[in-house]
T-cell receptor
Framework: GAVVSQHPSRVICKSGTSVKIECRSL??????MFWYRQFPKKSLMLMAT?????????EQGVEKDKFLINHASLTLSTLTVTSAHPEDSSFYIC????????????FGQGTRLTVV | AQKITQTQPGMFVQEKEAVTLDCTYD???????LFWYKQPSSGEMIFLIY??????QNATEGRYSLNFQKARKSANLVISASQLGDSAMYFC??????????????FGSGTRLQVQP
């Protein structure tokens, strides 16, 4: 099946610094990718929809200046958590769907971010 | 209103037995897709099975089957012959609308399944 690679899997950073998370579709093109956030023992909440060549669409309540999304190519989307604070600590996971298909959405491995 | 409802926070099942995880959904869109994912403690989301709203037959993938009851708006996951490795969190999700699939999935709250030896 299709593979989505997310990197890094774990990151610890200091408050006030920025962290970049990459999401790559390895064997397919993805015009659209999605970024989710998951709090412990909770469900996945959509943060934003990343569109290749255009601005991301953010969900209500998600600060676009804090969570910068760039979808520079058909296989890569990045999420940058800027000026991170401890409350940004969470599990972030991306998904992508092959432009040629309709059904499955494949997920990256997720990134566990800890801000100290 | 919740679009995806999973009413079972936790379930136990004996190894080798079958288990049904419940999922109900709410949409006014005639075109939609329903998904089940497994999330082990590592956090990755593993795709299990998909059911389209226009599919006439229930989806099956190995030991997984989806009991799709459109009129009741339910899409229960059935796992047959449970294995210890099936212990994980299970999420039901829906994508509304037909087309290129540029819409995100909406997830339920999940069910934690524990398989007992």
């Amino acid at each position: 099946g299709a593979v989505v690679s997310q990197h890094p899997s774990r990151v610890i950073c200091k408050s006030g610094t920025s962290v970049k998370i990459e999401c790559r579709s390895l064997d397919f093109q993805a015009t659209t990718m999605f970024w989710y956030r998951q709090f412990p023992k909770k469900s996945l909440m959509l943060m934003a929809t990343s569109n290749e060549g255009s601005k991301a669409t953010y969900e209500q309540g998600v600060e676009k200046d804090k969570f910068l999304i760039n979808h520079a190519s058909l296989t890569l989307s990045t999420l940058t958590v800027t000026s991170a604070h401890p409350e940004d600590s969470s599990f972030y996971i991306c998904s992508a769907r092959d432009d040629r298909g309709w059904a499955e959405a494949f997920f990256g491995q997720g990134t566990r971010l800890t801000v100290v | 209103a919740q679009k995806i409802t999973q009413t079972q926070p936790g379930m136990f099942v004996q190894e080798k037995e079958a288990v049904t995880l419940d999922c109900t959904y709410d949409t006014s869109d005639p075109s939609y897709g329903l998904f089940w994912y497994k999330q082990p403690s590592s956090g990755e989301m593993i795709f299990l099975i998909y059911q389209g709203s226009y599919d006439q037959q229930n989806a099956t993938e190995g030991r997984y089957s989806l009991n799709f009851q459109k009129a009741r708006k339910s899409a229960n996951l059935v796992i047959s012959a449970s294995q210890l490795g099936d212990s994980a969190m299970y999420f039901c999700a829906m994508r509304e609308g037909r087309g290129t699939g540029r819409r995100a999935l909406t997830f339920g709250s999940g069910t934690r399944l524990q398989v007992q030896p």
